[in-house]
């Protein structure tokens, strides 16, 4: 199981960082508010229900809107892993904070508010839970056991590989839920800040090509007969 000791300090130490990061990025979150109110001409905050599955931790999550309203709800027949379809309706610099990963930012006030961790599983939308939960009753069942709170950067968002789907996802779910520590979240942070740093930030609708990293060779850490 996960470092009992360390969990228990986690979500002090996800405060205290917290509190710190947004101290230092409020002035590029105003800035980033302000062009996006240009160019999408609305408010550019977006607040979504999301959660581990429909009754796991769900909650609601803060995000900046990069894509335009006249965008269409269902896109790529239900794959929630790839949606590039969806990529005309994101501005040039809309889609610049998706490859950075800016448009997380506001989750910070997430985490503040002891809904979130910095390092977690991937919380997902209600409607792609229901994709899941339709395509995939096996694996989304299994993700009724993590305890671990969601994540604004995890295992899967910086060593997963989409291509895989859903055992993917769930293989570093039930890594992370099992072997959370102080070095498992060291070595995400510095992935996430290399991803940012570089632009290389990867989600469904800009999908980059899988090149290989892992955090090292996973194994299934539940069987998943019982689910």
Same mark, same amino acid.
């Not at 379809?85 to 800016?102: A, I």
């Given at each position: 199981?996960?470092?009992?000791?360390?969990?228990?300090?986690?979500?002090?130490?996800?405060?205290?960082?917290?509190?710190? %990061?947004?101290?230092?990025?409020? *002035?590029?979150?105003?800035? %980033?508010? %302000?062009?996006?109110?240009? %160019?999408?001409?609305?408010?550019?905050?977006?607040?979504?229900?999301?959660?581990?599955?429909?009754?796991?931790?769900?909650?609601?999550?803060y995000k900046f809107k990069t894509i335009k309203a006249n965008s269409p709800n269902q896109t790529n027949k239900g794959n929630i892993f790839f949606k590039?379809?969806?990529?005309?309706?994101?501005?040039?610099?809309?889609?610049?904070?998706?490859?950075?990963?800016?448009?997380?930012? *506001?989750?910070?006030?997430?985490?503040?508010?002891?809904?979130?961790?910095?390092?977690?599983?991937?919380?997902?939308?209600?409607?792609?839970?229901?994709?899941?939960?339709?395509?995939? *009753?096996?694996?989304?069942?299994?993700?009724?056991?993590?305890?671990?709170?969601?994540?604004?950067?995890?295992?899967?968002?910086?060593?997963?590989?989409?291509?895989?789907?859903?055992?993917?996802?769930?293989?570093?779910?039930?890594?992370?839920?099992?072997?959370?520590?102080?070095?498992?979240?060291?070595?995400?942070?510095?992935?996430?800040?290399?991803?940012?740093?570089?632009?290389?930030?990867?989600?469904?609708?800009?999908?980059?090509?899988?090149?290989?990293?892992?955090?090292?060779?996973?194994?299934?850490?539940?069987?998943?007969?019982?689910?």
């Amino acid at each position: 199981m996960a470092n009992k000791k360390y969990m228990m300090a986690k979500s002090r130490i996800d405060f205290l960082l917290s509190a710190v %990061i947004l101290l230092v990025a409020l *002035p590029v979150m105003l800035l %980033i508010t %302000i062009v996006l109110t240009i %160019i999408l001409r609305s408010f550019p905050v977006i607040i979504q229900k999301r959660g581990l599955t429909e009754a796991n931790q769900v909650f609601k999550i803060y995000k900046f809107k990069t894509i335009k309203a006249n965008s269409p709800n269902q896109t790529n027949k239900g794959n929630i892993f790839f949606k590039s379809d969806l990529s005309q309706y994101v501005p040039t610099f809309c889609k610049w904070l998706r490859k950075t990963g800016l448009d997380e930012l *506001p989750q910070i006030f997430n985490v503040l508010m002891g809904e979130m961790s910095l390092v977690g599983p991937r919380p997902f939308t209600i409607n792609d839970l229901e994709i899941l939960k339709n395509k995939y *009753p096996k694996y989304y069942r299994a993700r009724n056991i993590i305890t671990t709170k969601p994540g604004i950067t995890g295992m899967w968002q910086v060593f997963g590989n989409r291509n895989e789907g859903i055992q993917n996802l769930l293989d570093h779910d039930l890594y992370y839920n099992e072997q959370a520590s102080l070095w498992v979240d060291l070595r995400i942070l510095f992935g996430t800040v290399f991803l940012i740093s570089s632009g290389k930030h990867t989600d469904a609708i800009f999908p980059s090509v899988y090149d290989g990293k892992e955090f090292k060779t996973l194994s299934n850490t539940q069987t998943l007969t019982n689910y």
